[in-house]
């Protein structure tokens, strides 16, 4: 994987304006967040992997989340994201790291804008599972950690602390 910054231009297509617009957009969401770490996979602005901290005062504090997110190249295809290390989240297929986006929520038009609207969703998400701003993402409604989610919230939380304290830590990042 290449760091956003150290992108070489010579990796795009000559000529491509899409790619330099997003290289740019992407080394410009980096400054802003210098606590993530952002990766393009084999250099592709459209496959890119980063992390999000676990938030204090709820089950994910201390984690560290590895995420995937691959955009299509059509910007009116949805993108494909999913949780790379392992965590017990209601919106998250607990078999796989799949995070499924609402058919029925609109997304921006511009690949950049959509990553920055999926990130923060998936920033609040972890959070507050019950955020109004979860519009765009679906419950994995047919995962062990939706149902105990809606069964008794403090065994959910509970797990989902246990698994964060196992998979998630700076000295371990487990992986689906």
């Known amino acids: 994987m290449a ?3 150290n992108i070489s231009p010579d990796i795009a297509v000559s000529g491509d304006a899409t790619w330099t617009r997003l ?3 992407l080394q410009q969401w980096k400054a802003a967040h210098p606590d993530r770490s ?18 204090p005062d ?4 201390g984690g560290i989340f590895c995420i995937s997110y691959k955009a299509n190249r059509n910007p009116n295809s949805r ?7 392992k965590i017990f989240h209601p ?13 029925k929520a ?5 690949h950049l804008d959509q990553f920055k609207e999926v990130m923060s969703a998936i920033v609040v998400m972890l959070k507050d599972a019950n955020h109004p ?3 765009m993402l679906e419950h994995a409604t047919g995962s062990a950690a939706f149902l105990k989610y809606r069964q008794s919230r403090n065994q959910f939380e509970a797990t989902a602390r246990r698994w964060t304290g196992e998979c998630a830590s700076w000295h371990q990042n487990v992986r689906f």
Do not use: C, M, W
């Open 58 to 61: 709820t089950p994910y504090e």
């Open 23 to 25: 290289r740019l957009e």
């Open 133 to 135: 701003h979860l519009e």
């Open 91 to 103: 919106y998250v297929d607990t078999d796989n790291g799949n995070v499924s986006l609402n058919p």
């Open 79 to 85: 993108p494909v994201i999913k949780f790379l290390t």
């Open 3 to 5: 760091g956003v910054e």
């Open 38 to 55: 952002l990766e393009l996979v084999d250099g592709d602005p459209f496959d890119l992997v980063t992390t999000v901290n676990g938030e």
């Open 106 to 110: 609109e997304l921006p038009a511009q």
